[in-house]
């Protein structure tokens, strides 16, 4: 009897794999092809992303205050308080900018988007699109997809810049002046954590949108399915990230040498 359950439970993840992955593949395959629906691009470019402006600033300033604050306790009784600038700079350039910014921004995107696919499905309008011969997937798919693409490493560099920025703040109650903090960046950083910077929350954006994408169409029960199916889209993406981010570190650690 235990082993029926246990491989019940496991033909129904791995189904949900292949759908998860089937989805996503049909997407990106979708991105250059033709009708773009690009002012569907950018009114969710707009909404995914603009939107989002605030709270990335928020996070990233008192994120880059507390690295600072913790950096500079840690570095005084070494007398090496002038590296904290790099400190700051290289832990949120590489990590916590790309990986605050994302979770932020799928609490708050993630669960719209699923909200409102899940929505779109329960009233029946998905069926009526299909019906007209609406390709679903390029319809409602893909323009979020771009638009996260697009939208999150753009966001994490505003919430890079902002931490840097609130990590001044708090040094300079430590008698850090503006050169000695700037020039502890260079020391710490290579041309490649900016690439990391980069490439990171643009995968951590994919994984929002397809994420939000595929609980969203498969969203069933009526309006309690569209709240519940809303929050399993905000934890599915946010332990995708976490997960994510440390195959990613991995194989960037491998190609640093």
Aim: charged share 15%.
């Amino acid at each position: 009897m235990k082993f029926a359950v246990i491989d019940k439970i496991l033909l129904i993840f791995f189904h949900e794999l292949q759908s998860y992955f089937l989805l996503a593949g049909r997407t990106f395959a979708r991105i250059f092809r033709s009708p773009f629906y690009y002012r569907e691009f950018t009114i969710q470019f707009d909404k995914l992303g603009f939107s989002s402006l605030f709270i990335c600033i928020l996070t990233g300033l008192f994120s880059g205050m507390v690295m600072a604050l913790q950096s500079l306790i840690q570095l005084k009784p070494f007398a090496a308080t002038s590296y904290v600038g790099g400190m700051v700079a290289v832990t949120m350039i590489k990590e916590l900018g790309p990986v605050l910014a994302s979770l932020m921004v799928a609490g708050r995107v993630g669960s719209a988007i699923t909200a409102e696919l899940g929505t779109m499905v329960v009233t029946e309008q998905v069926d009526a699109m299909r019906v007209e011969g609406t390709d679903i997937i390029k319809r409602l798919a893909t323009p979020r997809l771009k638009a996260m693409i697009l939208a999150l490493p753009l966001l994490t560099v505003v919430t890079d810049m902002v931490s840097i920025l609130g990590g001044y703040i708090m040094s300079a109650g430590y008698s850090i002046n503006p050169i000695m903090y700037i020039s502890g960046l260079p020391q710490f950083m290579v041309f490649q954590d900016l690439v990391e910077g980069i490439v990171k929350p643009a995968v951590f954006g994919a994984i929002i949108a397809i994420t939000g994408c595929y609980v969203g169409l498969n969203t069933r029960g009526g309006a309690e399915g569209v709240g519940t199916a809303a929050k399993q889209a905000v934890v599915l993406s946010s332990v995708l990230i976490l997960v994510s981010d440390f195959f990613l570190a991995k194989i960037f650690v491998v190609f640093r040498g």
